[in-house]
């Protein structure tokens, strides 16, 4: 592994601290907390600023839909930060932050979802925890070394407990038994349920809701399952709780991958980046935003603190940390704010030679820490209150060795 930190000042006029992680391995890396520490957590950073104060933060399984009752809480999964996890390395690596998850109150509209839910694909030591929805960049480790893929609910099979498998390989008695998300067959947050079906709600690789009437909620970051026919029969009559698994074509050898996006180089070349934002349904023909749903969807107006990860010609891993604030706005002015736009990284990626290379979650979620806790930058986070600054909650921390 081999670490630069430097600076370098864009064709804006805009002075970025850099830090350049050479490294040969990766793992995506849960970063859970005992429950009793969440409140401390999220109360005097993220609650208040995303929910207001007199919210509160209350843990939820995500094994079964969260009580919406109490509109004055708010559901959220493990949380936790890269830099406790850097304490117990002992060989010499770096944990960052890693994907986007679920942190607005406008994403967390149905009982299923919770802040801190990742988005897109999770897949962890050849086990797929949660599967991709939207054909986005995923960084993977395959048996032939680290690739960036784009897997999406297209290329995904899914096996219920009963063994019926739907989807891309699936062998379903009817043909109108399939896989649905939302954005992609729905916008709403509830679908009705039709004479002679049965719909499954999964959220990460668990059964939720299982219903033959009525309607059933629309999880952001799962999948529903239409069962039709005979299908329905296939497992038995109240599922909730019981496990699914996923498999995808071209990652069933995979050890490890995480979604991401949007993908910012390909062949040695910075893409269309307004056309990918679109591809990778960021933002959808109506010009509904998908989760994130406040991802800046420019590619040179908005500064923020950045991390990007590329794959050079000689398939050596190289990440970038651009130190900067949670958001900021330029456009055609000399800034003293630092932080790059996504065109500006996409030209460093080119710059050090990666064949491709792809976003991830940046501003406020931008962390960084040698193994036993030294920052490599300073975080972009304005979640603080009058006492101190604090390191943003993430679900997941990427380990680099």
């Excluded at 957590?41 to 009752?69: H, M, V």
């Excluded at 390395?89 to 839910?117: C, M, W, Y």
């Excluded at 069962?227 to 995979?254: H, P, W, Y």
């Amino acid at each position: 592994m081999e670490i630069k930190k430097g600076s370098i000042t864009t064709k804006a006029n805009v002075h970025v601290n850099t830090v350049i992680i050479q490294f040969n391995h990766f793992k995506p890396v849960p970063l859970n907390l005992e429950e009793s520490c969440y409140f401390g957590i999220l109360k005097p950073t993220i609650i208040n600023e995303k929910f207001g104060t007199d919210y509160i933060p209350i843990y939820s399984p995500t094994s079964k839909p969260a009580d919406l009752k109490k509109s004055i809480e708010v559901p959220h999964q493990h949380l936790g930060f890269p830099r406790v996890f850097s304490w117990s390395q002992t060989k010499k690596s770096v944990v960052t932050n890693s994907g986007f998850f679920l942190i607005l109150q406008e994403e967390l509209a149905t009982p299923l979802d919770r802040l801190g839910h990742h988005i897109g694909l999770m897949l962890i030591d050849y086990t797929i925890l949660i599967p991709p929805l939207y054909p986005r960049p995923a960084l993977c480790l395959t048996p032939t070394g680290p690739a960036i893929l784009k897997p999406s609910i297209s290329d995904l099979t899914l096996r219920l407990p009963g063994g019926l498998a739907l989807g891309r390989n699936g062998k379903s008695e009817d043909m109108r038994s399939t896989l649905l998300c939302f954005g992609n067959d729905t916008l709403d947050s509830t679908l009705k349920v039709a004479k002679h079906e049965r719909l499954l709600a999964i959220s990460g690789d668990t059964i939720v809701e299982d219903k033959t009437m009525g309607e059933v909620w629309v999880p952001r970051t799962g999948i529903l399952v239409r069962l039709v026919g005979n299908d329905r029969n296939a497992l038995c009559q109240n599922s909730t709780g019981q496990k699914v698994n996923f498999e995808i074509e071209g990652l069933m050898d995979s050890k490890h991958a995480i979604q991401c996006g949007p993908l910012l180089v390909e062949n040695g070349e910075i893409v269309d980046l307004k056309q990918e934002l679109l591809e990778e349904q960021f933002l959808l023909e109506n010009g509904f935003r998908l989760p994130p749903s406040r991802f800046p969807i420019d590619i040179d107006i908005t500064r923020a603190a950045r991390l990007a990860i590329g794959i050079t010609k000689d398939k050596k891993l190289v990440m970038v940390l651009v130190e900067g604030d949670s958001t900021r706005f330029q456009k055609g002015i000399e800034s003293k704010t630092d932080g790059m736009t996504l065109l500006e990284l996409a030209q460093l990626m080119v710059s050090l030679e990666a064949q491709t290379a792809m976003n991830f979650d940046g501003g406020g979620s931008v962390q960084g820490f040698l193994s036993g806790g030294g920052a490599l930058v300073q975080s972009g986070e304005k979640h603080f209150s009058f006492e101190a600054q604090f390191d943003r909650p993430v679900p997941y921390g990427l380990l680099l060795e």
